[in-house]
């Protein structure tokens, strides 16, 4: 039960968005409550993405990752390590893609196959099993099976760009 919650509402866009301003039993002050109404076209479902040929994987995904409408960014705003994987599988070949860093911090960006485990309320992610490797340019570690070792690339910052092939990393500052 709600005690003097002064509520409001507002309805924007097929969205009914409502927040309290005092404390309550059950609301604390400033709390948002968002529902979505029936029916509501999802922002995914409006992006065009027919010059995407891969793209983060929505439905292979870490419960806290969240994937921008065109999958190509991920965010994380938890304090664990979560995991995606793309929409395209590798077999044979040597081949690449760049990471662009747009906030600074710890994040292991690399390869995993199918088996690589993403456990993230257990600490697995990318490069820690034998399924995958992953490139930190915070802590400027190589991760493989848990294990890791020293790189001596800088430590990247907001604007690198990673470049991570199958056989290599290259880290680049963008002109």
Not at 43 to 71: A, F, Q, R, W
């Amino acid at each position: 039960m709600v005690n003097k919650a002064l509520w409001n509402s507002l309805n924007h866009g097929g969205m009914t968005v409502i927040w309290s301003r005092e404390r309550s039993d059950s609301v604390h002050n400033g709390a948002l409550i968002i529902c979505v109404s029936m029916g509501r076209q999802f922002s995914y479902e409006k992006v065009d993405t027919k010059g995407i040929n891969v793209m983060l994987n929505s439905k292979d995904v870490s419960e806290y990752l969240k994937l921008s409408p065109d999958g190509l960014e991920a965010r994380c705003d938890a304090s664990s390590f979560e995991s995606v994987r793309c929409t395209f599988q590798v077999d044979s070949g040597i081949w690449y893609y760049e990471v662009t860093i747009i906030t600074a911090g710890v994040m292991q960006i690399g390869w995993a196959t199918k088996d690589s485990k993403f456990l993230n309320y257990e600490g697995y992610g990318i490069g820690d099993d034998e399924y995958s490797v992953a490139y930190d340019g915070c802590r400027q570690l190589i991760w493989y099976n848990a294990l890791s070792e020293k790189h001596s690339h800088k430590c990247w910052k907001p604007g690198t760009a990673v470049v991570l092939s199958n056989i290599s990393f290259i880290i680049m500052p963008l002109l």
